[in-house]
Structures are given as structure tokens and as C-alpha cells.
Nanobody, 122 residues
């Protein structure tokens, strides 16, 4: 059974940093795509970043250069290092997984965590 559990969210001022973690059980990182999505109140869930089974990473234009996705296969943990945070980064952040190929939209992802809230104040 696949379970994803996010942590690391919180409240920071603009320009600050946070690191999100997602512990994944039941996932084989070498055959799964792992991703981060976010959803602000009243908005659709949007792609943030992903990492393919082979380690290739992708980012949305809005976070490129500020956020870094990584994984520790031994610890079965996915990370999202978020620097230079902006108020528009405020959202619930979700960890997601699917077999093999990555997509930058939420619908193909089979597994989701419960989310962790990130709030950035100006």
C-alpha cells in the first residue's frame, strides 16, 4: 500500500526559505515519478516540480531558480527546498507519485499525500 506523508510547511516572511519533506512508503523510486503540486484557496491544483525515476527534474516557470527538488532513496524521502519565497507561493503543497513517467498536470498521478500548508507574508 502506497502512503505519502508531507511535512515541513509553515509560515515565513517573503524572502525566507522552507524545506518540505515527503516520506513515501510502498514506492520504488527507480520506477516512479515523484512530484510536488500546490493549491491556493479558490485556485486549481498546479504543478510545482517533479523528479523522474532516472533523476531528471522539472520545474514550473514560477519556481524555477528558487525551488529545488531532490530525493533520498535510502530514506524513501522526497524534498522540496524553497528559497526566496514570495507571497504568491502561499498554498497547500502536495506530494504525488505515479508509475514511471512524469506529467506536469495532476490528473495522471495515482497517489497523493494530505498536504502541508505554506504561508508567505509580505
Amino acid at each position: 500500500q502506497v502512503q505519502l506523508q508531507e511535512s515541513g510547511g509553515g509560515s515565513v516572511q517573503a524572502g525566507g526559505s522552507l524545506r518540505l519533506s515527503c516520506v513515501a512508503s510502498g514506492i520504488t523510486y527507480t520506477s516512479h515519478c515523484m512530484a510536488w503540486f500546490r493549491q491556493a484557496p479558490g485556485k486549481e491544483r498546479e504543478f510545482v516540480s517533479n523528479i523522474e525515476s532516472g533523476g531528471i527534474t522539472g520545474y514550473s516557470d514560477s519556481v524555477k531558480g528558487r525551488f529545488t527538488i531532490s530525493r533520498d532513496i535510502a530514506k524513501k524521502t522526497l524534498y522540496l527546498q524553497m528559497n526566496s519565497l514570495k507571497p504568491e507561493d502561499t498554498a497547500m503543497y502536495y506530494c504525488a507519485a505515479r508509475g514511471w513517467f512524469c506529467y506536469a498536470v495532476p490528473s495522471p498521478y495515482s497517489y497523493w499525500g494530505q498536504g502541508t500548508q505554506v504561508t508567505v507574508s509580505s
